[in-house]
T-cell receptor, first 113, second 115 residues
Framework: LAKITQPISMDSYEGQEVNITCSHNNIATNDYITWYQQFPSQGPRFIIQ???TKVTNEVASLFIPADRKSSTLSLPRVSLSDTAVYYC??????????????FGRGTSLIVHP | EPEVTQTPSHQVTQMGQEVILRCVPISNHLYFYWYRQILGQKVEFLVSFYNNEISEKSEIFDDQFSVERPDGSNFTLKIRSTKLEDSAMYFC?????????????FGQGTRLTVV
């Protein structure tokens, strides 16, 4: 299993760009990288997923360097409503099949006015 | 957008009682999961279910827990004799693993309070 390391907490201000970097040194060749967001008393919610280079959707961007040992979630111009816990997960496998999404402590992002 | 629904949203039960938490996964998904999150702690995997049987379970999922898919839509978690330490948010999730990208869809959770 890949060991995940991400900052425990981050602070930002409204309108700023936030970058959360996750380390996954021993990620398997076959695994995607997936980020989830969780608000208090709610279930985790998928944000973005990628395998390599850069992925962008309406919510965030995900940057993955060539060695895939880390990834960076980028949230453009955050608002107060982006205050949440952000989880970096390794997987699912690109080949499909059985997969257990496994959550660490995540990064608690607090956005200040 | 498709969603996983869970009922009830909040359940209060007395220690030693049995509870059943219910989930309706997304209809064309194949893998189903239960997780729990004790207040202030991380989301912990309990069990996964595929092809009408448990595919994996964690150490937390001991004999007091059981899961069932009684019909084509519902997926339930039963806790036979609740303990105070079972108080937590319980989340159901489903996925449709396929080649390429896929994500897990989580329900809004059931807050279980054991008194």
């Amino acid at each position: 299993l890949a060991k995940i390391t991400q900052p425990i907490s981050m602070d930002s201000y409204e309108g700023q760009e936030v970058n959360i970097t996750c380390s996954h040194n021993n990620i398997a060749t076959n695994d995607y990288i997936t980020w989830y967001q969780q608000f208090p008393s709610q279930g985790p919610r998928f944000i973005i997923q990628g395998y390599k280079t850069k992925v962008t959707n309406e919510v965030a961007s995900l940057f993955i360097p060539a060695d895939r040992k880390s990834s960076t979630l980028s949230l453009p111009r955050v608002s107060l409503s982006d205050t949440a816990v952000y989880y970096c997960l390794v997987g699912p496998p690109a080949s499909g099949g059985s997969y257990i999404p496994t959550f660490g402590r995540g990064t608690s992002l607090i956005v200040h006015p | 957008e498709p969603e996983v629904t869970q009922t009830p949203s909040h359940q209060v039960t007395q220690m030693g009682q049995e509870v059943i938490l219910r989930c309706v996964p997304i209809s064309n998904h194949l893998y189903f999961y239960w997780y729990r999150q004790i207040l202030g702690q991380k989301v912990e995997f309990l069990v996964s279910f595929y092809n009408n049987e448990i595919s994996e379970k964690s150490e937390i999922f001991d004999d007091q827990f059981s899961v069932e898919r009684p019909d084509g839509s519902n997926f339930t978690l039963k806790i036979r004799s609740t303990k105070l330490e079972d108080s937590a948010m319980y989340f159901c999730a489903s996925t449709s693993p396929r080649q390429g990208a896929s994500e897990a869809f989580f329900g809004q959770g059931t807050r279980l309070t054991v008194v």
